[in-house]
């Protein structure tokens, strides 16, 4: 499974539930993935805006909407 991939899987979650609110440990096993790439999708979306993490190191949709 490459990032790109597993990213848009991600994101297209998110937007479902935007209440939505996961640790990096949450989201790995909602989303059946190595604890690793599941980090790195979570930081590639947070840095590019569609997901932001809070201070407790929850993600939730982030302010930009995927076009």
């Given at each position: ?12 979650e ?22 690793d790439?599941?980090r790195v ?27």
């Open positions: 499974m490459d990032v790109e991939t597993v990213s848009r899987r991600v994101l297209s998110f937007a479902e539930m935007p209440g939505m609110a996961l640790t990096p440990r949450q989201a790995s096993l909602l989303f059946g993935l190595d604890q790439l599941c999708v979570l930081d590639a979306l947070v840095d590019a805006a569609y997901l932001r993490q809070r201070n407790d190191g929850a993600v939730t949709l982030g302010h930009r909407v995927a076009a």
